[in-house]
Structures are given as C-alpha cells and as structure tokens.
C-alpha cells in the first residue's frame, strides 16, 4: 500500500511548474437551494505551504473545507486532497487530513487525555506509539498538567490548542483549520504560527487555513481571498501587494488644504484630506517624499510611508472602492482592521 | 482512478511520464497482493471504532454522578411511593390488587433502562451540532460502527442502571434466583433496543428540540399501553391494537414472565400478556420482537446517517 501511496501522492501537479499539489479542485460548487454557497471554485495549493483562506463573513469558506475534508458533499465540480478525490475516496483523503473545525468539537466529558487516546484509536495508530506522540502533542500545546481533567473545565484557549493537538496527532499531509486563532491570547497565537511554521519544515505538512485575520495572512506563503462563494484573486502576500502597488504617504502639514491643492497643481497627484493629514498614494513612496516636500508651499510637521497592506488588497479585490479603503483603512496607518 | 491521476498531470509532462507509468503499474499490483490486508484493517478499524464510542458512552453513565443518582431514585420512588400508594387506596378484599408493586416492578426495570438509553440518542443530535460526531465523521472509519459503537455503549449503561433497580427486586418478593441473569440479559437486549430506536429518531430529527418532542410524544404512550403501568390485557378496540403492536408489550411481558417469584406475574390473572389470533407467544418470540426492531432500527439509522448531506 505504501509503494502505491507514494505514487499517488505525488499525483496531482500544478501546470508549468511541476510543483506537487497538495489541495487541486476544478470547478468547485456547493448549492444549498438556490443559494450558491461556493462557485465555480478553482484552486491549486502546492505541498508543503501554508495555504490562507481569506474572505468576510459568509463568503464560504467553511463551506470549501467541509467540501474539500469530504463531510459536505459537492454539488458541481472536483476535488483532490493529497491526491484523493473527495467524492470517489473519501476514505483515504480522511486517512490523510487534519481538521480544526471553526467550532468547537470537544467533548466536555472526557479528559484532554481521553481525546487523543480515542482519536489516536479511531487513526489505527499503535498504543505505545500512540501515546508517545500523545504526550509530544500535549507538551507542544502546554496541555500537560492539565491532561486528567474534563474538557468542559478548560478555557477557550485551551480547547483550542487541544484541538489543534488532536487535528495533527496522526501526522496528516494536509492539515485545515477554520479560524484556529479566534479567541487566543496573542502569546498562544504566536506560539501556534511558530508551531506551524516549524511544522511546514520538518514534517512537510501542508497547512490550509482561513482566517479573518489580516495579519495572519502575511505568514502564509500564498493566500486566496474568497467572497461571495466565489475566488477573487490568490497569489503570494507580496504579489498581491504589488498589484494594488502603491504606497501610502502621509503628511502632517500647518496647512491641508492648501497642501491638497499644491499637490494637485505642481506634481498632479490627487491627495486626500484625514484626521492624520494629508494622503497621496504613489508607486515607490519613499522616493516621492523630497519631491512633495519640495512642493509644499506649508510647513511639514512629519512624514509616513506606509507600504501596502493586505487590507488594501482585501478591499482593492473584494469591490470596495481605493477612496473607501483610504477612508477606512488607513486611519490606523500599517495596522489593518480586521473585518468582521 | 487513473482518469484521476492522468488528468491532474501537467499537460507537458514528458520523459517522466514513462516512468510515472511504470511505476503506477508496479503499485498496482502492489495495491492488489495487499488488498486482503487492507480489507482485514477495515474491519479491525471498524471494531476499534465501535470500541471508542461504546467507552465514550460508558464514560459518560460513569461520570455523570448527579444522573446516575437520579436513576436509582426515580425507580425507588415509582415502586414505593406510587406502588406503595395505590396498595393502600385498594380495598383490602381485592385481593388481586394487593401485589401491585410486584406487577408494577418489571415496568420500573423498563424505565430504568429507558432513560440512558434515550440519553445515548439525544447525545447525538447534540454531537451533531456541537460537534463530536462532526469530529468522527473526518475520521477513517465507515459509518455503520459508530452507530452501533453508540448503541452499545448506551445498552451498557442502561443495563448499569438497571442493576441497582433489580437489586431491590427483594422489596417486592422478588427472590434472588439465577433466573435474574436472564433478566439482565433481557434488559441489555431491551435496553439496545431503546438506544437504537433513540439513535433512528436522532438521525432522522436533526434538531434537538424536534428530537425532544418526538420522544416525549412516542414515550408515554407506548409506555402506559404497554402493560407496564396497569394491564393492558383487556383494552378495548384500537386501543388494544396499538398494545398488540406496541414492542414494548412484548419486552414488558418477556420481563415478568422470566422474573422469579410468583409475585410478578400476579395480578390474578389479569396481566396476561399479549396473545396473537388466541395465540400466546413463548417468552423467545417476544424477545425475537423486541431484538428484530432493534436491529431493524439500527440498521435504517445507519442507512440514513450514511447518506450524509
Ligand atoms: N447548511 C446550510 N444551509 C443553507 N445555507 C448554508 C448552510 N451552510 C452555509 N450556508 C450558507 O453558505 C454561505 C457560506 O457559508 P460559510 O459558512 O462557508 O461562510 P464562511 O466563509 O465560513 O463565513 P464565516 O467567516 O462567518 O465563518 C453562507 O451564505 C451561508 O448562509
Ligand atoms: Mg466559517
């Protein structure tokens, strides 16, 4: 079985570069009634990468990992999981997937202990072998100490960090997690992205997650954005960025208005007016701060370049217009908000 | 399966396509001399699988102290209080009456065994959207073992409650004879039963509260008609129909036939059990009922569970 693994895992390729995939779906759609929950979704996530779901609320990205994890089942299209079609082989794709569901799927009645031992027993992994891993996970997510008690005294930090322990305890190839960070301090949030991270290097696991978290994004090595059930754009956090391409600069002046008109009058830029001062966006900001200082007919108290965020790709992708996304994403310069 | 693969190849692969194609055949026939093996690891994960959710269910009877207590309360208090209280309100010349706690004992057992039961179907609908079931369902296991691990596991914890319950068989005259072995083997039938009958209304419900209401409308009913409260031997009409194919009829009447003791069956003859054209079925025949509905249920639950969304 493992020789006829080996070759179907390395099965799927993406066009061109060879890369092996680990997630490939073609046409992708999930129908509830007549509401499309997902359309016509195309996807290619290579092994061994850390793959990012982005999307708002309801943009169906749970619905794509219920799909793709075989518990939903498809209304159009296919899919390849570690080289496994979820409709045909649901069997082995769940022989070689983690998942974390966006909701809790604890027991309270057991221990944290008992979890992973049934869980362990439902992956056919051998006792002894079984609960070495099992006490590695625990150490790994700091649950140790508190392995005898019942789930239902935890916190929701702590379920969490069990869950993720569980989705990873049979060392799957492909490991999805919906929202794995909702509702963590910030220390076990980047103890988990260090965990994945390391993960990704040594095991070769492949990590798809959705977040809403812009921030998070930026550690994945690619990212789709997703809305309204259908893919809007997926690439590399960096090139995603260089098509939105420009840099904001923000300059505090004595004067904005007559900044704003300066600005439009000697280097033809439009600027916008905020509570932090005037905003001009422009390719390669740094390089335009002499130039628009020179200009100025005003005093100029200070000046902020502020590369682009994956806000701005966010909103840039998802509809809203630039003149919105400067309204509301760059009051807080360099900090995106996450969109709820 | 190699539509699959061939597709999902890059359109310009070239010279290692030949190899690719060697090698596919060889896993071939690789796959083939280990199919045996892989069909003989199905069935051992499939008994794993039953063995995981049958320790989850008696886990949970054993936890759960408060629920455990109420179990052997409820029964006590049905059997002395209520038994008790109708003995008293019976003139003393009805003689046939006199034993009414000794009637009314193999329908405690019943109530006994119910509730966990019950409790083992509710769980479902609540793993359903709470999410351990969800959990199970991304699992490597088919379907069919979970249901019949959770079956299981909720005929143990029945059979768990009812020991207690037939322990104070003494109280109404019960002597403690083997024949009580039997009975618990009886109960642990009667008890998957109810499990399984729980778990098809679970799969079907979806809800919890639908799943609520259609227990609480079945339960009652089938319950008081079903000889285990008053006998129910001698009702009139579509009453007596719905005693006849009530299945609890028959595990009520299995119960008191097999209990020791002359007490039990007493009543003065008035809690004949149920009789087919003038027929009386033996003891086994009822048992075959209530064991043919169980796997019956069981085996629609899997079915319908399977089909998933
Ligand atoms: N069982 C269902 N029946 C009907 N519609 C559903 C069902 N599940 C999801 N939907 C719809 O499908 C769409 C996508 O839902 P989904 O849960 O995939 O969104 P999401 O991207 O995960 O959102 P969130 O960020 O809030 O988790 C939504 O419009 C939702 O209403
Ligand atoms: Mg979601």
């Keep these: 079985m493992s020789t006829a693994t080996g070759v179907r895992e390395s099965g799927p390729r993406a066009p061109g570069s060879g890369e092996r995939l680990a997630v490939l779906t073609e046409g992708l759609t999930k129908s509830y009634g007549d509401r499309q929950a997902v359309t016509r979704l195309d996807l290619a996530v290579p092994a061994g990468r850390t793959f990012g779901f982005l999307g708002p609320n309801g943009a169906g990205k749970s619905t794509t990992i219920g799909m793709l994890c075989t518990l939903l089942r498809p209304t159009g299209g296919r899919a390849l999981v570690a080289g496994y079609d979820v409709r045909r082989e649901p069997h082995e794709v769940r022989r070689r997937i983690g998942l974390v569901f966006q909701e809790s799927t604890l027991d309270g009645d057991l221990t944290a202990m008992e979890t992973l031992r049934f869980h362990a027993d439902l992956f056919g992994i051998p006792r002894r072998r079984a609960l070495d891993a099992i006490m590695d996970m625990l150490e790994l997510v700091e649950l140790v100490e508190r392995r005898h008690t019942p789930v239902r005294t935890f916190s929701g930090g702590m379920r969490r960090r069990l869950e993720i322990a569980r989705g990873l305890l049979h060392t799957p190839r492909v490991l999805f997690l919906d929202e794995p960070t909702t509702g963590l301090d910030p220390q076990t949030r980047a103890a988990i992205w260090a965990y994945l991270g390391r993960l990704r290097e040594e095991r070769d696991v492949t990590v798809f997650l959705t977040t809403h978290q812009l921030e998070e994004a930026e550690h994945c090595d690619r990212i789709a954005i997703m809305d309204e059930g259908a893919l809007v754009v997926d690439g590399t956090p960096a090139a995603l960025k260089a098509v939105v391409g420009s840099d904001v600069v923000t300059l505090r002046t004595a004067d904005d208005t007559a900044a704003v008109r300066a600005v439009a009058e000697h280097l033809g830029l439009e600027a916008t007016t905020g509570e932090d001062g005037i905003r001009v966006r422009v390719a390669d900001g740094a390089a335009w701060v002499p130039r628009l200082c020179a200009a100025l007919p005003v005093t100029v108290h200070s000046v902020t370049v502020t590369p682009p965020t994956l806000d701005d790709v966010f909103l840039h992708y998802t509809g809203r217009t630039i003149r919105e996304a400067d309204s509301e994403a760059t009051v807080f310069p360099g900090r995106p908000i996450p969109r709820r | 399966m190699t539509d699959l693969r061939t597709s999902a190849l890059p359109q310009?692969?070239?010279?290692?396509?030949?190899?690719?194609?060697?090698?596919?055949?060889?896993?071939?026939?690789?796959?083939?001399?280990?199919?045996?093996?892989?069909?003989?690891?199905?069935?051992?994960?499939?008994?794993?699988?039953?063995?995981?959710?049958?320790?989850?269910?008696?886990?949970?009877?054993?936890?759960?102290?408060?629920?455990?207590?109420?179990?052997?309360?409820?029964?006590?208090?049905?059997?002395?209080?209520?038994?008790?209280?109708?003995?008293?309100?019976?003139?003393?010349?009805?003689?046939?009456?006199?034993?009414?706690?000794?009637?009314?004992?193999?329908?405690?057992?019943?109530?006994?065994?119910?509730a966990p039961a019950m409790a083992a179907g509710a769980s479902i609908v609540w793993d359903r959207q709470a999410g351990f079931l969800r959990q199970l369902l991304v699992a490597p296991v088919s379907r069919p073992p979970l249901l019949t691990g959770i079956c299981l596991g909720g005929a143990t914890a029945g059979l768990g409650y009812a020991v207690p319950v037939l322990c104070l068989g003494g109280l109404v005259g019960v002597p403690y004879r083997p024949e009580l072995l039997l009975v618990l083997l009886e109960l642990a039938l009667i008890a998957f039963a109810f499990t399984s009958l729980g778990v098809l209304v679970a799969v079907c419900a979806g809800r919890p509260e639908t799943f609520q209401i259609v227990m609480g409308l079945c339960m009652m009913p089938l319950l008081f008609l079903s000889g285990a409260v008053?006998?129910?031997?001698?009702?009139?009409?579509?009453?007596?129909?719905?005693?006849?194919?009530?299945?609890?009829?028959?595990?009520?009447d299995a119960l008191r036939r097999t209990l020791p003791g002359q007490g039990v069956s007493g009543l003065g003859g008035r809690a004949a059990g149920p009789e087919w054209w003038g027929w009386t079925p033996p003891v086994v025949a009822e048992i075959g009922c209530v064991a043919v509905l169980a796997v019956a249920a069981l085996s629609v639950a899997t079915y319908r569970f399977s089909r998933g969304e």
Aim: proline letters at 5%.
């Design chain 2, 230 to 252: 008053f006998p129910a031997s001698g009702l009139p009409g579509w009453l007596g129909t719905v005693v006849r194919v009530n299945p609890l009829t028959y595990a009520v």
């Design chain 2, 12 to 114: 310009d692969a070239d010279a290692d396509e030949a190899a690719e194609a060697t090698k596919a055949a060889e896993a071939t026939r690789a796959a083939e001399a280990a199919d045996s093996g892989a069909r003989r690891g199905r069935v051992a994960a499939d008994l794993r699988a039953v063995r995981v959710l049958w320790q989850r269910e008696v886990i949970r009877f054993a936890r759960n102290r408060l629920r455990i207590a109420m179990s052997v309360i409820m029964p006590m208090m049905f059997l002395l209080v209520f038994g008790t209280g109708l003995n008293a309100a019976v003139p003393a010349e009805q003689a046939a009456f006199r034993d009414f706690r000794a009637f009314f004992f193999p329908g405690v057992l019943l109530m006994a065994v119910q």
